[in-house]
C-alpha cells in the first residue's frame, strides 16, 4: 500500500493488493481474524519444522527438504505477490514449505549448539511483543520519514542477500555476509534490527485496513506478518550462531 507516495518494504501490504475487491462483503477484516489466521499458519510452520527436525536427527539427510522447502515459499510468495486472490490458498503450502526449511536450518544450529533454536524463537516472541506494545502505545511512530528510512534499508539488505546469493552459487564466498568477522556480525545486527522495525510497518497497514476491506483480505495480511516474522527468526539464529562460533 502506499502513502503519501511511499510503498512498504513487505510486499504482502502494497497498495496493489490492498486496492478494492470487485466483490461485495459484508464481513470486514478484523484483528481476531489474522490473530486466527496468523496461529494458525504458525501451527503448519511448526509442524513441517517439528518433521524436519526428527528427520535429522533420526540420521536422515534433510538437504533436499530444506531447500525444496525455500524454493516451494519463494514460488508460493511470488504467486500470491501477482495474484493475491489466492492467497487463501496457498498460504497454508507457503507455511508448510517454510517450516521444512525453517526445521532444516534449526536442527543443523541445534546440532552444533543445543537449544540455540529455542533461544532464537524466544528473542523472537519477546521482539514481536516488545514492537506491538511499542506501536500500540505510540512510543514509536511510523512517521513518513520512519517508513522511508525502513523501506529503504529493507530493499537494500535484501539486494546485498541476493547478491550474496548468487555470488555463492557460483563458488564465490561473500565474508560479510557468512563469514564471523565483527563487519559480518554487525550487518547481521542491522539486518535483525531492520526486521523489527518492519514489524511497526506491517502493524501500520494492517490498523488502517481492519474494518474497511473485506474479510478474506486477512489471508494477505498473515501472509505479510508471517514473512516478517520468518524474516527476523533467521536473522536472531544465524546472530546467535556466528556469536556462539566467535566466543
Not at 88 to 103: E, N, T, V, W
Not at 172 to 187: D, K, R
Request: hydrophobic share 55%; aromatic share 20%; glycine share 6%.
Amino acid at each position: 500500500m502506499s502513502v503519501f507516495g511511499l510503498r512498504t518494504s513487505n510486499p504482502a501490504f502494497n497498495r496493489y493488493f490492498w486496492r478494492k475487491s470487485k466483490s461485495y462483503s459484508k464481513a470486514k477484516m478484523s484483528i481476531g481474524g489474522i490473530i486466527l489466521k496468523s496461529l494458525l499458519m504458525l501451527c503448519l510452520v511448526t509442524s513441517t519444522a517439528a518433521y524436519t527436525w526428527h528427520l535429522y536427527f533420526s540420521g536422515i539427510n534433510t538437504k533436499w527438504y530444506t531447500a525444496i522447502g525455500m524454493f516451494v515459499a519463494i514460488f508460493c510468495s511470488l504467486f500470491i505477490s501477482f495474484k493475491h486472490d489466492s492467497a487463501k490458498y496457498l498460504l497454508p503450502i507457503y507455511a508448510l514449505a517454510k517450516g521444512f526449511f525453517l526445521g532444516g536450518i534449526s536442527a543443523i544450529a541445534h546440532n552444533r549448539f543445543p537449544n540455540l533454536p529455542f533461544q532464537a524463537i524466544g528473542v523472537t516472541l519477546v521482539t514481536f511483543f516488545v514492537m506491538l506494545t511499542l506501536y500500540r502505545w505510540k512510543l514509536i511512530r511510523v512517521t513518513r520519514r520512519f517508513r522511508s528510512i525502513i523501506i529503504t534499508a529493507t530493499a537494500s539488505i535484501f539486494i546485498f542477500y541476493f547478491i550474496g546469493w548468487i555470488l555463492r552459487f557460483i563458488g564465490i564466498n561473500v565474508p560479510y555476509l557468512w563469514g564471523t568477522s565483527w563487519f559480518a556480525i554487525g550487518f547481521n545486527v542491522i539486518a535483525a534490527i531492520v526486521a523489527s522495525f518492519s514489524l511497526l510497518l506491517d502493524f501500520y497497514y494492517i490498523d488502517r485496513q481492519v474494518g474497511r476491506y473485506p474479510k478474506e483480505r486477512e489471508w494477505l495480511a498473515t501472509w505479510g506478518l508471517l514473512i516478517t516474522l520468518i524474516w527476523l527468526y533467521v536473522e536472531v539464529l544465524r546472530l546467535m550462531k556466528k556469536l556462539a562460533i566467535r566466543f
